[in-house]
């Protein structure tokens, strides 16, 4: 999905700017700086991950989005503005016999994978942190999980997948 640039902000001669233009070219862009945490989402529903798929994770639990950017839709995060991100991607897992994947998808591009061997007899998780490259506003965020065996997420407190982008810099 590609979204037009946002217009530059006219002001018309003779007029003083208002508050407002103040609050939206000024005050919101330092607030989300000086904020770091552009989202935190959760899953608690069970979620049924095919064997050898690809599957993008649905977070169904927004703990934290102070800008709005997550699409429930889509299960993905907008960044509002160009910058570095890191993204901390944890998949929660009920018992299976294989591997399981996490995988931080930008813009439809795999940028990571990190692996766990689950046990048959335990849940675990498979955890991927990863400094997005430069990404332009607008660009989209998901987290995807791959299992060589089918399996579904954990619901247990611990072991629930979420996933934390953080602003690092422009």
Known sequence: MTLPAPGAPVFVAGAAPQVSDMTSLVTTPFTFCSVGVAARLEQRTVQAIAATTLTVISFDTVLEDP?????????????????????????????????????????????????????????????CSFIVPMIAGFDFIQGEVFATSAVNTSTNVGLRSCMEIRFVSM
């Open 67 to 127: 800008y709005s950017g997550w699409n429930a839709g889509s299960n993905s995060w907008l960044a509002p503005f160009s910058g570095y991100f890191e993204v901390t991607l944890t998949v929660g897992t009920a018992a299976v016999n294989g591997t399981v994947a996490a995988s931080v998808v930008v813009t439809g591009n795999q940028y990571t994978m990190g692996e766990i061997a689950t046990p048959s007899t335990n849940e675990g998780n498979a955890t």
